[in-house]
């Protein structure tokens, strides 16, 4: 038994409005004009960026911070010593993440025949 999605494809497709498979959609007039990055496939990852990098290791930074700040873990150290071991940590994630990043896409577009 079909899922309503499922359903409502086969009828449009039935009825000549839902797209085929195979078929490229027609797009709109006022978007001819844009360019947008292309669409990735499937299992792709994302091209390097050192901000989406910088973004994730602030947060693990600000949360190793208040990890510090609020419990035992941290509790003869100065906030001085705590802030430059939240810094210490933002550096090292950032640095980290952004070989991880680098590492994976150029492995992807090695294997599939892309240019990096």
Do not use: C, D
Request: proline share 7%; net charge positive; no cysteine.
């Amino acid at each position: 038994m079909a899922n309503r999605k499922q359903q409502k494809r086969r009828y449009q497709r039935a009825v000549g409005r839902g797209p085929v498979r195979g078929e490229q959609p027609a797009e709109p007039e006022e978007k001819r004009g844009r360019t947008s990055a292309p669409a990735r496939r499937r299992g792709e990852p994302p091209t390097p960026s050192a901000v989406r990098a910088a973004k994730r290791a602030a947060v693990f930074a600000v949360l190793f911070y208040l990890l510090l700040a609020y419990t035992s873990i941290g509790g003869k150290m100065s906030p001085a010593a705590k802030l430059f071991n939240g810094v210490m940590i933002f550096v090292l994630m950032w640095s980290i993440g952004t070989i991880t990043e680098t590492f994976a896409w150029r492995r992807w577009q090695k294997r599939h025949g892309g240019q990096s």
